[in-house]
């Protein structure tokens, strides 16, 4: 009877989520969560906040290498802002009874591939949640301007999905931080520009876009992905990941065009998609 009774009262409360999804009402508190909604919802908050953390500590090097002391205190205050993010992200799987502590022990954050050239695709290298983006080594200024002007854009867009996110201490949270990005998107954009515009260096931000835009196509997910479909039918995600990396792509081709930039070709690994789904106009 125990048994039959924990399952009548798991899908009574799945069914409960389900109303209160569709009927746009928001969720505040763990109690209100069915164990799919609050299984999601930590897989998502743990990639974010491993990302962040991850993000933090692959940025602390690039501060020695800006150009002048204004340049020192723009990337400090990234790097600050990346540790703050991660900790208030970090800050809403504690309130929802995660050992965070326990987590990031548990994981070397500072890992990075020795080869910088290496190609991981979409694979991982370890076993954190991290976008695997943050795997990469970061290793000149330029580097550093293309990660802000590809991978924080990217990142952006990705956090844009999920500003109205049914679960909205997350929501709240998430408003903070894409302000936020927008200053180290646009940290990118300027000094892409500059760079890109400057015969001596235009070459080299070229090769870095070619690396950079290449690693960031791979974090948004296979397209009709099942754990996607699941996130958006519970209101913490609005498009497909396709959807969404069509978007980035979109943007920093109308930004390469300004700045002289030739978009690469990205060629997805798998083979579940016509060529002409991921050609960039």
Same mark, same amino acid.
């Given at each position: ?51 962040? =953390?991850?993000?933090? =500590? ?15 205190? *723009? ?29 990031? %022990? ?11 050239? *290496? ?5 991982? *290298? ?23 002007? !590809? ?10 999905? %999920? ?72 209101? =913490? ?18 930004? !390469? ?25």
């Amino acid at each position: 009877m125990t048994q039959f009774k924990r399952e009548d009262e798991a899908e009574e409360i799945e069914q409960r989520m389900a109303a209160e999804v569709s009927a746009a009402k928001v969720i505040e508190k763990p109690e209100q969560m069915s164990p799919l909604y609050r299984e999601s919802l930590i897989n998502l908050l743990y990639m974010q906040a491993d990302s962040e =953390l991850a993000g933090a =500590l692959g940025y602390v090097p690039c501060v020695k290498m800006a150009p002048n002391v204004e340049e020192f205190l *723009a990337s400090s205050m990234i790097v600050k802002d990346e540790f703050r993010h991660a900790r208030v992200v970090y800050k809403l799987l504690e309130n929802l009874g995660e050992d965070v502590d326990a987590h990031v %022990s548990g994981h070397d954050f500072t890992l990075r591939m020795s080869d910088s050239d *290496a190609d991981l695709g979409t694979r991982r *290298a370890a076993d954190d949640k991290r976008v695997n983006i943050f795997y990469y080594p970061i290793d000149t200024w330029v580097d550093f301007c293309m990660f802000n002007f !590809c991978m924080d854009r990217g990142a952006g867009h990705q956090l844009e999905d %999920s500003l109205q996110a049914s679960y909205k201490p997350w929501a709240r949270v998430l408003e903070g931080i894409f302000k936020e990005e927008k200053f180290h998107i646009a940290h990118g954009d300027n000094w892409v520009k500059r760079l890109a515009d400057d015969p001596a260096t235009h070459d080299a931000v070229q090769a870095s876009l070619n690396k950079w835009f290449i690693r960031t196509m791979n974090i948004f997910g296979r397209p009709n992905s099942p754990k996607n479909k699941i996130y958006r039918e519970i209101g =913490l995600k609005k498009r497909d990941n396709h959807d969404v990396r069509l978007a980035f792509a979109q943007e920093v081709a109308d930004r !390469c065009k300004e700045n002289s930039l030739t978009v690469p070709e990205w060629k997805p690994d798998w083979d579940k998609l016509p060529m002409d789904a991921y050609v960039v106009g």
